[in-house]
């Protein structure tokens, strides 16, 4: 199949300092190699972001990245982009129109992809599917005063739902989140997403430690919501426990950061400091050595629809402490692969760091569980069958294009 990737402001391309924040650039890189490596013929379109980058790009994997040049030739928070939307699908429809390669389908990614790809759409007649990658009601939980988003992007994101051939929901969270917004459940599909099992597995090179201290590591964004707090008040009920926090920014920009200094000011106050341990962000390629190294990965979000470190700290073999919300409930099961306790608990969060660090068998139990199911249920793989049998399903939908849209 001819398949096209929207992802209009993460390119597959990209490089980012903040290892955190390559989610949907990872995702879509790692599917498109996936999907060719399933024998498809896949094209990646992504905004222009700089006036020196060419037109398209060939990939070592085998897909192809347009740049879009909609909007100024800069990078540009995402949220300021909706302006420019239009100017970006009625490029892709010129290109798909005028060109030789129209798609069987268009997968967009982020809402704002969504609304591009329809408008493209509306003039090609191509079938479009949706991934999200995080909802705007929950947007707004997490982030409350401090949400930049546009307005009206929770009723963007409920009409393009309800315009699109098929959404695809990377968790249980989500499709409950989608029917409560009015998307026909018929519409919404199941896929969860893979991991690189090449960059992340148990074999290679682990980061040298105290082999007398225990170490947990803890993955995410310098943002409240991530949970870094409640780890760090969670350490006292731990002892002798290492903490090795990675996210943020940079090294060199840690002692300049507001959240990183309040961390720091959290743990001297909770009497942990000389066991917190900042790296700053780190590369992707960087962070499997640290989660081999690690007794157990704490993830302890407050919000988070779909959280990819539990996963990859799994296919390094490392159980996992989580919190009890969206996409670690869907990955981590309790009592098997690890143990899930309530959101913005420090003591629950303590006490099952505790149990799990003085039981050696349980640990190693998880860790081989852990594995097992990532290997079998979260290979790209996988996930890139699973979404063929959904493009072929609406591939041959029939859309009345209309040159006046």
């Not at 498109?32 to 399933?38: D, I």
Request: proline residues 8%; glycine residues 10%.
């Amino acid at each position: 199949m001819r398949i096209a990737l929207i992802s209009e402001h993460a390119s597959p391309l990209a490089v980012l300092p903040d290892g955190a924040a390559t989610g949907q650039h990872a995702h879509v890189a790692e599917l498109a190699a996936a999907l060719v490596g399933e024998g498809h013929d896949v094209r990646v379109y992504t905004r222009r972001d700089s006036g020196t980058a060419p037109e398209s790009v060939a990939t070592s994997d085998g897909y192809l990245v347009y740049h879009v040049p909609a909007g100024p030739a800069q990078r540009m928070p995402r949220d300021e982009l909706l302006p420019y939307l239009g100017e970006f699908g009625r490029w892709l429809a010129g290109q798909w129109q005028d060109g030789d390669w129209l798609p069987h389908v268009a997968h967009a990614h982020h809402w704002t992809s969504g609304l591009a790809t329809l408008h493209a759409s509306r003039r090609t007649g191509v079938p479009v599917i949706q991934t999200y990658h995080g909802l705007g009601t929950v947007s707004s939980l997490r982030r409350g005063a401090r949400n930049t988003s546009p307005p009206g992007r929770i009723g963007y994101e409920r009409a393009i739902g309800r315009a699109v051939d098929r959404v695809i929901a990377q968790g249980q969270a989500e499709v409950g989140e989608l029917l409560r917004m009015g998307v026909p459940r018929s519409r919404v599909t199941l896929v969860p997403g893979g991991v690189n099992q090449e960059l992340f597995q148990p074999e290679g090179p682990v980061v040298p430690r105290d082999p007398a201290r225990p170490r947990i590591v803890t993955v995410g964004r310098m943002v409240t919501h991530e949970g870094f707090p409640d780890v760090v008040r969670a350490l006292p009920g731990v002892p002798d426990a290492e903490c090795v926090i990675v996210g943020g920014p940079p090294a060199t920009e840690l002692p300049a950061d507001g959240f990183a200094r309040r961390l720091r000011v959290l743990a001297e106050s909770c009497g942990v400091a000389d066991r917190v341990r900042l790296l700053g962000a780190l590369p992707r390629a960087e962070l499997a050595p640290w989660y081999r190294s690690a007794d157990l990965l704490v993830a302890a979000p407050w919000h988070e629809p779909v959280h990819l470190t539990p996963l990859e700290g799994m296919a390094c073999g490392v159980p996992v402490v989580g919190t009890a919300v969206g996409g670690i409930a869907d990955t981590v099961v309790d009592g098997l692969t690890g143990d899930l306790v309530p959101p913005r608990d420090p003591r629950a969060l303590g006490a099952a760091i505790r149990r799990l660090l003085r039981d050696k068998v349980r640990r190693f139990s998880y860790a081989t569980a852990a594995l097992d199911r990532i290997r079998s249920g979260y290979s790209w793989k996988r996930a890139a069958q699973q979404l063929t049998a959904v493009y072929s399903a609406v591939g041959a939908i029939s859309r009345p294009a209309s040159a006046a849209a």
